[in-house]
């Protein structure tokens, strides 16, 4: 019972942590475009605006909960909580040697939960019964869909140099040379479909501020709305933590992967205040005409490469 006691408290630790962090990447991420656009971000608010993220928290879980007319009320009101509790439910991979889970499949795991948040982007665009909404929906879920195709055989290359499901194994392959040093190519395609994944710019066609306003949660205000926020940014810090952990050393006990986590969450807002929004059609030809073809080529070379190793074992 004690293991059972303590898997719970580490896990409670582990989401506590995370809450926390998506609260201050929200203040990093309106700092910086501020300082894009040669303004201050937020500076009011306690000392160097600190505390902003924590009040526009309560501010919006304090604001009245506005229920369309015409919407479907359950499955309206329960979308957003299954979003936020996938996207945590996912932080459960987290490779950490006190074992919190025995995620011995926990790519397995991460590609269940990652699969399953697109059912909750689409009840949130069709249960507000408002075609906008249900655009952005469909927007965001074939999207999705198209750049999960990419990012499981990228995801299938590392599984066959690792021979493993489990997280666990990058840092025991990356002791002496991290794997951006010979995935090159590939790093730079997983960093382009965790953009596109999470919905970031340049790929945020679910929110096309011209057309379609804030895409399929155009209808949700207050509590709603901070918690599908909540959930974009803590994918963006998940999508960041897998980066960190894929291709630059996995070592979770060291300052290093925590700088480096750090960096990749400054590259997803720096995109943002630098880049203007694709086109659509643009957007799904760069998946099914480069990055799918790109990716299978680099599946064959790995596996043969790790052909070739055992073979020369033997």
Known sequence: MLEIYLSFLGSLILLIMVLISVAFLTLLERK??????????PNKVSLIGLMQPFCDMIKLFNKEFILPSISNFYSYYLSPVFSLF????????????????????SVLFFLCCISMGVYTIMIAGWSSNSKYSLLGGLRSVAQTISYEVSLVIILMSFIFMIESFSLMYFKFYQFFIWMICFTLPLSFIWFIICLAETNRTPFDFAEGESELVSGFNVEYSSGSFALIFMSEYASILLMSMLFSLMFLGGNLFSIIFYLNLSLMCFMFILIRGTLPRLRYDKLMMLTW??????????????YNLKLMFLIFLI
Do not use: A, C, D, Q
């Open 32 to 41: 910086l475009l501020g300082y894009i656009h040669i303004r201050k971000g």
């Open 289 to 302: 005409k480069l990055f799918l073809p790109i990716s299978l080529n680099f599946l064959m070379f790995y």
């Open 86 to 105: 996938l996207v945590l439910s996912s932080w459960m991979i987290m490779p950490y040697f006190t074992n919190l889970y025995s995620m011995n499949l």
